[in-house]
Nanobody, 125 residues
């Protein structure tokens, strides 16, 4: 059974940093591409970062480019999102998602097959 479990969310002040993690189980992580998405209250889900199975293909939404870093550790079956210089507008529930598809770079929800339950990130001003 495929399972993605996010952790590491919390409350941080503007300008601070957080790292959220996504632990994968039930499948061979090496063969999947991963994405991080976020959804703020009253807003649509937004793709923020994606990483290919080969690790060298990485994509970011313009809103987080230069501040967020996605990475993966296949030995630990874990994907990370390091978030620096956080701002109140980054407040959202952050979701991890996985896909075997090649369109992962589009950071569109419909291109991903498996989803975690989400972790709340709140940035205070």
């Amino acid at each position: 059974q495929v399972q993605l479990v996010e952790s590491g969310g919390g409350l941080v002040r503007a300008g601070g940093s957080l790292r959220v993690s996504c632990a994968a189980s039930g499948f061979n992580l090496d063969r999947y591409a991963y994405g991080w998405f976020r959804q703020a209250p009253g807003k649509e889900r937004e793709g923020v970062a994606g990483i290919g199975a080969g690790e060298h293909s990485i994509y970011y939404a313009d809103s987080v480019k230069g501040r967020f870093t996605i990475s993966r550790d296949n030995a630990k079956n874990t994907v990370y999102l390091q978030m620096n210089s956080l701002q109140p507008e980054d407040t959202a529930v952050y979701y991890c998602a996985a896909t075997t598809g090649w369109r992962f770079y589009k950071l569109v929800s419909s291109e991903y097959d498996y989803w975690g339950q989400g972790t709340q990130v709140t940035v205070s001003s």
